[in-house]
């Protein structure tokens, strides 16, 4: 399947393969920026907000997000508002949009996912 045509199934929230080899390469990109976020340590915030803007669809003013932080695209589908904090070991399964408002605290160990994987076996398989 063509990169493409993942993406596309993938937004509009249809079956597609996750192991898709063009998806990996794509995704592997925006993975890098998230490795790089949880290795800065808490005194270079400025260097840890420039990395939330860039690996955000958006994100407002005075947002921070606690490391560890999971993401499937590091956030690259995900909108903040103004004012988020996010605790520790927050986990974004961002396959398709998260939207977040304004002044939203999230707790410890928080996950929000948007995608899922086919329940039946059948539909897992390739042919």
Same mark, same amino acid.
């Given at each position: 399947?063509? =990169?493409?045509?993942?993406?596309?199934?993938?937004?509009?929230?249809?079956?597609?393969?996750? $192991?898709?080899?063009?998806?990996? @390469?794509?995704?592997? =990109?925006?993975?890098?920026?998230?490795?790089?976020?949880?290795?800065?340590?808490?005194?270079?915030?400025?260097?840890?907000?420039?990395? =939330?803007?860039?690996?955000?669809?958006?994100?407002?003013? $005075?947002?921070?997000?606690?490391?560890?932080?999971?993401?499937?695209?590091?956030?690259?589908?995900?909108?903040?508002?103004?004012?988020?904090?996010?605790?520790?070991?927050?986990?974004?399964?961002?396959?398709?949009?998260?939207? @977040? #408002?304004?002044?939203?605290?999230?707790?410890?160990? @928080?996950? @929000?996912?948007? #995608?899922?994987?086919?329940?039946?076996?059948? =539909?897992?398989?390739?042919?």
């Amino acid at each position: 399947m063509e =990169l493409e045509e993942s993406l596309q199934r993938m937004y509009n929230e249809q079956l597609y393969y996750a $192991d898709d080899p063009s998806l990996g @390469v794509e995704q592997g =990109l925006y993975l890098e920026k998230l490795f790089h976020y949880n290795q800065l340590p808490p005194s270079k915030r400025a260097e840890k907000q420039a990395l =939330l803007n860039e690996m955000f669809a958006a994100i407002g003013e $005075d947002c921070y997000i606690e490391t560890p932080f999971h993401a499937n695209w590091s956030g690259k589908h995900v909108y903040f508002g103004h004012h988020v904090y996010a605790n520790f070991n927050l986990t974004l399964v961002d396959d398709c949009a998260i939207r @977040v #408002g304004n002044y939203v605290m999230f707790g410890p160990n @928080v996950t @929000v996912a948007t #995608g899922t994987h086919p329940i039946h076996p059948a =539909l897992r398989q390739k042919n």
